[in-house]
């Protein structure tokens, strides 16, 4: 049952996309009036996007905007440009809108529960997606949607535990340290400190690797490129790098070479997201490991979208489809990843 107030609000809305309508197509009123009603009935969803920072990110972006408009959904759509300000800002927007759904991207895990504790005053079910947040009250949001950024780390401690399985079992009689380097992604989001605490968990039982070096380079190439330069002077006995996104891992091949070190054979690279550079770069030696971090969430964002508006209950946790690709893989098989 929609409130009165919420009633009113999208009549505003609706007033406001007729506005829209009216001002920029021109088109016959009969149109207009069609567009308008149908307007009325469908479903609007405030977004709240925290950037551009990767390709991942565009791609993310790029998904959920076909899926809504595929299903008829009124996406209003936010940039908060990196700033957790910006997406507090555009949440209180959504609910002043008196949209029928927030949905959002949580940049950091906390700081959420005031503006989230103000969707629920207002009827409005929030839907967490791609990173995980924590609040005092886990009711104040309806569920998330989005990767398993523990099993990523996990999966490249694996990977790490096969590649070195020699230069491990000799470690008791040579003392020969595996020194990893790792490129953290945004301090405090939630992909960040799972991908860390899944390789960490994986490698606890194993003294022979060490992380030597660990800086946040905040998924940006610009920074991946920084540290490694940083770090390529400061170790001449890296053995691996590990990058929490594909953005990072690109700006650090380029320092290596920069630098005439071939990575992927002088230094080992596990990477994550799978965008296409990535891919190439496996394919090229240039990478060992490519983890796989789904950015294509769009269409199951818009179903549980749907659901949330229809009243209905979300599963609290849904994490998407994901794989790794090794670079023993007949790589061949992969098809174009589209970002
Ligand atoms: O790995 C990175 C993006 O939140 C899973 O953010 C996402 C991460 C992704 O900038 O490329």
């Given at each position: 049952m929609i409130n009165n107030k919420r009633h009113l609000g999208k009549q505003f809305c609706s007033f406001f996309f007729i506005v829209i309508t009216i001002c920029f197509?021109?088109?016959?009123a009969k149109n207009e009036s069609t567009t308008s009603q149908k307007e009325n009935d469908s479903i609007i969803v405030g977004f709240s996007q925290i950037g551009a920072e990767s390709a991942w990110r565009n791609c993310n972006t790029r998904s959920v905007q076909e899926a809504a408009a595929e299903r008829g959904i009124q996406l209003v759509y936010d940039n908060a440009e990196q700033k957790q300000e910006n997406q507090i800002k555009a949440l209180r927007s959504f609910i002043a809108y008196q949209v029928d759904v927030i949905a959002f991207?949580?940049?950091?895990?906390?700081?959420w529960d005031n503006v989230l504790q103000e969707a629920r005053d207002a009827g409005i079910p929030v839907l967490v997606t791609d990173r995980k947040i924590e609040v005092?009250?886990?009711?104040?949001?309806a569920g998330f949607i989005g990767t398993d950024s523990l099993k990523e780390g996990r999966n490249a401690g694996l990977f790490l535990l096969e590649k070195f399985k020699n230069k491990s079992a000799r470690f008791a009689e040579t003392g020969e340290f595996i020194n990893i380097v790792e490129l953290f992604g945004?301090?405090?989001?939630s992909v960040a400190i799972g991908r860390a605490d899944g390789l960490r968990e994986v490698l606890k039982?194993?003294?022979?690797?060490?992380?030597?070096y660990s800086k946040s380079g905040d998924f940006l190439r610009s920074k991946g490129y920084e540290l490694a330069v940083e770090f390529l002077e400061m170790y001449d006995?890296?053995?691996v790098i590990f990058s929490h996104n594909d953005g990072m891992t690109l700006g650090a091949i380029e320092a290596m070479e920069e630098k005439g070190i071939h990575p992927g054979k002088d230094i080992v690279i596990v990477t994550i997201d799978a965008q296409q550079a990535a891919i190439d770069a496996l394919r090229g030696g240039k990478v060992n490991c490519v983890i796989e971090c789904n950015p294509k969430t769009g269409p199951e964002i818009m179903k549980l979208v749907e659901k949330l508006a229809a009243g209905e209950k979300i599963p609290r946790l849904q994490y998407v489809q994901e794989e790794v690709f090794y670079e023993t893989d007949d790589l061949s098989l992969i098809a174009p990843r589209g970002y």
């Open positions: 197509s021109g088109c016959a991207v949580p940049i950091v895990t906390g700081g005092a009250d886990q009711s104040l949001y945004t301090e405090g989001s039982s194993h003294p022979e690797f060490r992380i030597i006995d890296i053995d």
